[in-house]
């Protein structure tokens, strides 16, 4: 008889994970072999095609190491749904880059089991931590976990005592506490997607997440900022549902399956025969939010405790990002703020409570306060009196000239001060300075009957060099430019009479 095809062999093995050797053992009581270099060659055929399709990190090197580990020692086994401890066997021990046999104190490696429950860092939710210890004394730190190739989990920990090998037998336990806040984190930006769809209209959709103990961060689809009603509104609906406390729930579906059912699925991600449907919330008619995922995630929606948006940004074109907190953290930010509010009232002798009218008043005061002050410093300019009044009109050559420093006012003045001078002489320049912040800005009027021979951007442009810039424009009757050095004032006025008297002698 004909021996079982490679093509039958292969597909029990790849697909239904049916071993070579098991299907060898069956068949053989019936007088039967299977085509041992067919089903081999298979085997080669899926391996090149599937190097070829993983994009990985970039470092083939780093790929590599990781697809003979999972040729030789197979996926690792998540056990992390239904627990936080599990029992493992070390299946490969990578140090740099490199296969090692063993490991000792002080190393940092990473740890390969044949299941964990650890969570591998993905779909933006950051690995698990914790412990991996044996009863010969090997205690072992895990910093993250993360997943070369979407089926290895692969611990990064520093040995703190003892040793370990591979083959070993050793213990694997989760940090819980990182583990509860990451998955609250988790949990919220589920119902942070859902309230953004009901608020907002059914074109939201996911455009990235960071799921991490400390923070949650969420990138949507959505033409425009929100508004400060629009941020309300998403994060009490969110805390309504954790209010509502109810049950989170997951069912094993075909991807269709679940699309079917409402299932939301991320756009660009690939998803296997099997998915998990994670239902959560209390809707109108239905569960509040239903999406394809394989994270983890908290027993109840109340676990979330509590839900604060502190930001709410741009990202890209039509794209903006959300970045919110959940329990212990939400409450210390809140705290952190009142403290803040009450420190600002101490400070504006007032209560919490009247913060934003006192503020409103001293912000209409500061208003009214920096037009007086502008028009005094116009009326000083102008000749309105007092000790720091501008000196009179000279003659510089045979034109009139009028010029002034003057520290703290503001450029947007200089125009309408120059344009005064010029009528208060008839004929003749003016020149006003104008020095804030270390910076000195100059305006040249001339009047109409000398801008045949005397030009306003020409003496701007050496005043501005003296103040060390460069350029300055407008017309021959008027012009503008200023430069860095404002402690060369005088010395720029003074090389615009210089200037002057040249032409004018």
């Not at 936080?84 to 940092?108: H, L, P, R, W, Y």
């Not at 455009?207 to 949650?216: I, M, Q």
């Not at 609906?237 to 991807?255: C, F, G, K, S």
């Amino acid at each position: 008889m004909a021996p079982c095809p490679a093509k039958t062999a292969f597909k029990l093995y790849d697909t239904f994970g049916f071993p070579y050797d098991l299907t060898e053992d069956a068949l053989r009581s019936r007088g039967l072999g299977v085509d041992r270099a067919g089903f081999d060659s298979a085997m080669a055929e899926q391996k090149a095609a599937a190097r070829a399709a993983w994009k990985g990190s970039g470092d083939k090197a780093s790929d590599e190491i990781w697809f003979d580990i999972a040729e030789k020692a197979g996926n690792t086994e998540f056990i992390g749904y239904s627990s936080t401890v599990g029992e493992g066997e070390v299946q490969a021990i990578v140090k740099d880059g490199v296969n090692f046999d063993s490991a000792t104190a002080g190393e940092s490696v990473i740890i390969i089991t044949n299941q964990t429950p650890f969570y591998g860092e993905s779909g933006g939710q950051m690995g698990d931590t914790g412990r991996i210890t044996t009863q010969g004394g090997l205690i072992a730190n895990v910093e993250d976990t993360a997943k070369p190739l979407g089926r290895l989990h692969a611990h990064r920990a520093t040995i703190e005592a003892g040793s370990i090998k591979v083959g070993d037998t050793v213990q694997l336990t989760v940090d819980v506490d990182h583990r509860d806040r990451v998955r609250a984190n988790h949990s919220a930006t589920h119902l942070l997607h859902a309230a953004l769809r009901h608020r907002l209209g059914g074109h939201v959709t996911q455009k990235g997440s960071l799921v991490a103990p400390d923070r949650l961060r969420f990138d949507f689809s959505h033409p425009e900022s929100l508004t400060h009603a629009q941020i309300a509104q998403v994060e009490a609906d969110v805390n309504a549902q954790i209010r509502h406390n109810e049950e989170v729930t997951t069912r094993l579906m075909t991807p269709d399956d679940a699309i079917g059912a409402g299932a939301m699925a991320l756009f660009g991600e690939k998803y296997g025969d099997e998915v998990r449907v994670l239902s959560m919330g209390r809707g109108d008619d239905a569960q509040y939010s239903v999406e394809l995922c394989g994270g983890t995630h908290v027993r109840a929606t109340g676990d979330i405790a509590l839900f604060k948006i502190v930001s709410e940004s741009a990202v890209s074109s039509g794209v903006r990002r959300i970045e919110a907190l959940t329990g212990e953290a939400a409450r210390l930010w809140l705290v952190e703020r009142d403290d803040k509010l009450r420190q600002s009232a101490a400070a504006l002798k007032t209560t919490p409570e009247d913060v934003p009218a006192r503020i409103a008043a001293l912000v209409d005061q500061s208003r009214r306060l920096e037009r007086e002050l502008a028009e005094a410093k116009k009326a000083l300019a102008l000749g309105g009196g007092g000790a720091a009044q501008a000196a009179g009109p000279e003659k510089v050559g045979a034109v009139n000239f009028l010029g002034q420093v003057i520290d703290g006012l503001d450029p947007k003045e200089l125009r309408g001060i120059v344009d005064g001078n010029k009528q208060t002489l008839g004929s003749g320049v003016s020149a006003i300075l104008a020095v804030v912040d270390g910076r000195a800005t100059i305006a040249v009027g001339v009047t109409d009957d000398l801008t045949g021979t005397l030009s306003a951007v020409d003496l701007v442009r050496i005043g501005v060099e003296a103040l060390g810039g460069k350029g300055g424009g407008g017309r021959p009757d008027m012009a503008q430019g200023g430069g860095p050095d404002g402690d060369r004032a005088q010395a720029a006025l003074d090389a615009v009479k210089a200037a002057l008297a040249k032409v004018a002698a």
